[in-house]
């Protein structure tokens, strides 16, 4: 599986305040959320961005609480993946659990720019910026994540351990 | 080799002799915790998923506090949701208005989460527990969801970071300073994936109130958990509160660290943290004139009883500065009674505060003290990021009770010597 789109950069310990602002908390809507997507970052980010694009940050993105709103808003925005050069810990878990891609890649923030276009191998976890043309190359994701991913979330990893112990 | 107490409750909780850092596990689970803003979305996922089961009725916690009492439509229907599914499935442990209060606080006071216990909770200040011995770390509601169905979570043993403490404290520093300076010290994610093992002196003489403090703010360096090995003072807590046996691990004395952190306490002084990263740990004498709207003493972090009468003390036969707002609230219905008893709320409404039903409210710009543009406050809370509580072009300062009190009678952030 690839997937290509348009870069939107930021930089270190971008919160989940800042992903998605305590105000909006009372909604699991993801497009009502997605409609504030980094509202305190960046007041007009919900405006230009559009479906397929890409985050690319620094260290330790998603920091801050554990909603899991965060990652709903960036799906409900239409964000197709995120590449970091490492997460917080809540915030990769929820991805994860409910299959947003999201990679760790040493340098990832150094080699694009806003507006660059992005294509992203998962199974080999290639990460090439085609505007520039580099590449750098995403850590592994571990056998048992992989398990949850190709289950397609961690639900239905719960609902097919479900079926295999009634059996 | 030997283990750390982490490694250790993560091995019982697994079925395995031994773990070390990285393994990937699945773990059984003591406690699983939801609140108003996570548990509404998990119930969701249940449903969506045709998952009906609880995997232990008397082992599940729905706690709304964030927006509670609900401060409007959509927050009130979370809160039915939430009162919904305990009905429905029998759920005991749901706590509304009068049995409510910060999550963080009703459960270690309740007897609910316990020395030895794997707890998760979907709320990043899960870590808090780890102060009774206890693997406690923060998920998403996706992560509670499966864990209410089927009593596991999947875990990555996390590698240990050993903080140790010793020496002699300064007047007014207290847990809430220690851990500020120590996460100014490694930063917002110095302990990234980790857990914080705090050791030393200076802890084994502190509160459970302190060490609840000090493991609550583990998240704030990025960590997965904090905790504490069990003692005397966790026996004495715990022992009359629990609901059910638990056990009391230590790390062996062969246990490998990632890294080994000691600090002398004597020359900390009381520490603030600048906006807009509670890594911006400053020391009380360097932060320079602040004049403050608003002060705060509340939250999961410094809302117990101790804190109160901390803040209390200091505010005592004092008035608050008129143009300050200074806002205090209980973090449960005990403490709000006890503080009553003790004569802790008469003080600061005689000072001029205003006192709140326990909620998280202002904590995270929920309601009940949002900060308007340009607006400064000094917060006992944990967390300063930019609009945390409110206006993105507010700024908040953390602190410790004692400071939040005397700035709150200063007019600015000042040391608690100052007003005396
Ligand atoms: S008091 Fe603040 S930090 Fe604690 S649980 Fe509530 S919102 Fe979260």
């Given at each position: 599986m690839t997937t290509q789109g348009r870069v939107w950069v930021f930089g270190d310990n971008i919160d989940t305040d800042g992903i998605i602002p305590a105000r909006y908390l009372t909604t699991f809507d993801a497009k009502e959320l997605g409609a504030h997507c980094m509202e305190?970052?960046?007041?007009?980010?919900?405006?230009?961005?559009?479906?397929?694009?890409?985050l690319v940050a620094g260290k330790n993105f998603g920091c801050g609480s554990s909603r899991e709103h965060a990652v709903l808003a960036i799906k409900g925005a239409g964000i197709a993946a995120v590449l970091a050069e490492s997460f917080a810990r809540i915030f990769f878990r929820n991805a994860i659990n409910?299959?947003?891609?999201?990679?760790?890649?040493?340098?990832?923030?150094?080699?694009?720019?806003?507006?660059?276009?992005?294509?992203?191998?998962?199974?080999?976890?290639?990460?090439?910026?085609e505007t520039k043309g580099r590449s750098l190359t995403a850590k592994p994701v571990p056998a048992f994540i992989q398990e949850i991913l190709d289950a397609g979330g961690l639900m239905e990893y719960a609902k097919k351990k479900l079926q295999t112990d009634a059996r | 080799m030997g283990m750390t107490i982490t490694e250790k409750i993560l091995a019982a909780h697994s079925g395995n002799k031994q773990v070390r850092p990285d393994d990937?596990?699945?773990?059984?689970?003591?406690?699983?915790?939801?609140?108003?803003?996570?548990?509404?979305?998990?119930?969701?996922?249940?449903?969506?998923?045709?998952?009906?089961g609880v995997?232990?009725?008397?082992?599940?916690?729905?706690?709304?506090?964030?927006?509670?009492?609900?401060?409007?439509?959509?927050?009130?229907?979370?809160?039915r949701v939430l009162r919904e599914f305990a009905k429905e499935k029998g759920i005991v442990n749901f706590f509304e208005l009068g049995a409510a209060g910060i999550e963080h606080a009703?459960?270690?006071?309740?007897?609910?989460?316990?020395?030895?216990?794997?707890?998760?909770?979907?709320?990043?200040?899960t870590c808090t527990y780890g102060a009774l011995g206890a693997f406690s770390?923060?998920?998403?509601?996706?992560?509670?969801?499966?864990?209410?169905?089927?009593?596991?979570?999947?875990?990555?043993?996390?590698?240990?970071?050993?903080?140790?403490?010793?020496?002699k404290r300064q007047p007014y520093v207290y847990g809430k300073d220690l851990i500020l300076y120590t996460i100014g010290h490694v930063g917002v994610d110095g302990a990234l994936y980790c857990a914080m093992e705090f050791v030393g002196g200076v802890i084994e003489s502190m509160s459970i109130q302190e060490r609840l403090t000090m493991c609550n703010m583990a998240i704030e360096a990025g960590g997965k958990s904090g905790i504490i090995s069990p003692d005397a003072t966790t026996e004495a807590f715990v022992k009359p509160r629990a609901k059910r046996p638990y056990s009391f691990y230590a790390s062996d004395e062969d246990a490998e660290y990632e890294r080994i952190y000691e600090f002398c306490v004597d020359g900390i002084e009381p520490q603030v943290a600048l906006p807009n990263l509670p890594s911006n740990a400053c020391p009380i004498s360097e932060v320079g004139?602040?004049?403050?709207?608003?002060?705060?003493?509340?939250?999961?972090?410094?809302?117990?009883?101790?804190?109160?009468e901390i803040g209390a003390k200091v505010i005592k036969g004092k008035r608050v500065h008129s143009d300050v707002r200074l806002i205090v609230i209980p973090a449960t219905p005990t403490i709000y009674k006890d503080a009553m008893e003790k004569g802790i709320l008469k003080t600061f409404l005689e000072a001029g505060a205003v006192v709140s039903t326990p909620t998280c409210g202002p904590c995270l710009g929920g309601y009940m003290g949002v900060l308007g543009d340009g607006e400064k406050a000094v917060s006992s809370s944990n967390r300063n990021f930019v609009g945390r509580m409110g206006s993105p072009k507010s700024e908040v300062y953390l602190a410790n009770p004692a400071v939040?009190?005397?700035?709150?009678v200063a007019g600015k952030i000042v040391h608690p010597d100052d007003v005396q």
């Open positions: 305190d970052v960046d007041p007009e980010f919900s405006s230009k961005v559009k479906p397929g694009d890409v409910t299959g947003l891609l999201v990679l760790e890649a040493d340098g990832v923030r150094g080699v694009f720019d806003t507006g660059d276009t992005v294509r992203v191998d998962v199974k080999s976890g290639t990460i090439v910026n | 990937l596990i699945m773990a059984k689970v003591d406690f699983v915790m939801g609140n108003d803003v996570t548990a509404p979305l998990a119930i969701s996922q249940l449903k969506k998923y045709g998952l009906g995997f232990d009725l008397s082992r599940v916690a729905l706690v709304p506090s964030h927006f509670s009492p609900p401060k409007d439509i959509k927050a009130a229907n979370n809160v009703l459960l270690p006071e309740q007897g609910l989460v316990l020395p030895g216990d794997l707890v998760i909770g979907a709320d990043s200040h770390t923060g998920v998403g509601s996706t992560d509670l969801a499966y864990a209410i169905a089927m009593g596991e979570v999947w875990l990555k043993v996390p590698p240990s970071l050993k903080f140790c403490y010793e020496g004139e602040v004049k403050i709207d608003q002060a705060f003493l509340g939250s999961c972090t410094n809302g117990c009883l101790e804190d109160l939040v009190a005397a700035s709150a």
